[in-house]
């Protein structure tokens, strides 16, 4: 599902979705890519099992680090990208998605779904480039899954799929079946969500772009 390619256009990476590794593909021949299966797991080898499932990947903008979203352990990986090493792992909410970072600011955001039919709402995480660290998670909606940064206002967009039990009726059925979606928006000056801010769309948006 997730792909990311290196500053010099050479490597790319892609998520397995299942299991523990990730592919790392040497371009460099374009007839002829080195394909490598990449353990997350430090210590235990390339598995099918699905014990992490890395669902989305994206670089550091300096190069040196690429995270990985691991949906089924709930968690952010962060890997070093000269020798492949695991260098930390961090929790997040549950089913975490997409992740993206801020040009202007030092933050990594991380889009969690939450698990439907229980307490656990879905959440955006903000991750602190300078200090490692996660800042106090963000309640954006109901099964926040696609997020996009717009610079030139300083927001994070949010799509909410709101597929599962609980979450807000529509103003207006949908055409198609099941409840609307909507977008929320997130300041990045202050990191809180935009209040009265929400545009109501058609149903499960599952990914947002600019």
């Known amino acids: 599902y997730g792909l990311c ?26 007839l002829s890519p080195i394909i490598q299966e990449i353990s997350l797991e430090m210590g235990n080898p390339v598995s099918t099992v699905q014990t992490l499932n ?40 549950s089913n975490p998605a997409e992740i ?7 933050y990594l955001f991380v889009s969690c779904m939450g698990v439907p039919g229980t307490i656990k709402l879905s959440v955006v995480n903000v991750f602190n480039l300078n200090s490692n660290t996660f800042l106090p998670e963000i ?16 927001k994070l967009y949010v799509a909410n799929r709101n597929v599962s039990s609980g ?23 202050t990191l809180q969500l935009i209040p009265g801010y929400k545009a109501e769309l058609s149903v499960d948006p599952y990914h947002i772009s600019k």
């Open 5 to 30: 390619i290196n500053n010099t256009n050479n490597i790319l990476y892609a998520t397995s979705k299942e299991g523990n590794y990730i592919y790392k593909i040497d371009l460099t021949n374009l």
């Open 54 to 93: 890395p669902y989305n990947i994206c670089l550091s903008p300096d190069g040196t680090r690429y995270f990985v979203t691991c949906n089924k352990s709930a968690e952010l990986r962060i890997v070093q990208t000269s020798n492949d090493s695991l260098l930390d792992i961090h929790a997040t909410g």
């Open 100 to 106: 993206i970072f801020s040009h202007d600011y030092p």
């Open 139 to 154: 309640y954006a909606g109901h099964d926040s899954k696609g997020i996009m940064i717009d610079d030139v206002s300083n």
């Open 167 to 189: 979450g807000p009726a529509a103003h207006h059925e949908p055409v198609c079946e099941g409840k609307n979606g909507y977008i929320t928006a997130i300041d990045l000056n």
